[in-house]
């Protein structure tokens, strides 16, 4: 069953932007989708899934790869169990398929651990031409 299902993906050219989009579906019904870390994670050709982007609503805090920061912006919507990945300024270094995860433990902090995560989308490709 699939619980995370991302869109958003497409092809850009370098310096353009794109917003990827995740839905959540499988969070129990005793938990609120706040409740968990979700991350966004990217796999290019060839390479090793990498951390991308985390985010925990309460304390509210985000975490950022270096090669990322000041150009994307994960962000949550609450209300409608949404998870998004802002992303400007891209690069061809950028090009990957591009995942969703949620955290396996509830009012767990952000992690760039893959082994943090339980549930994962099935991808979105994002490729960027130059």
């Known amino acids: 069953q699939v619980q995370l299902v991302e869109s958003g993906g497409g092809l850009v050219q370098a310096g353009g932007s794109l917003r990827l989009s995740c839905a959540d579906s499988g969070i129990p019904e005793r938990y609120d989708f706040e409740s968990y870390a979700m991350g966004w994670f990217r796999q290019a050709p060839g390479r090793k899934r990498e951390f991308v982007a985390s985010?925990?609503?309460?304390?509210?805090?985000?975490d950022y790869v270096d090669s990322v920061k000041g150009r994307f912006t994960i962000a949550r919507d609450n209300a409608k169990k949404m998870l998004y990945l802002l992303m400007s300024s891209l690069t061809p270094e950028d090009t990957a398929v591009y995942y969703c995860a949620r955290n396996r433990l509830i009012y767990s902090q952000t992690s760039r651990a893959a082994a943090a995560y339980q549930d994962w989308g099935q991808g979105t490709q994002v490729t960027v031409s130059s």
């Open positions: 985010i925990v609503y309460r304390p509210e805090s985000t």
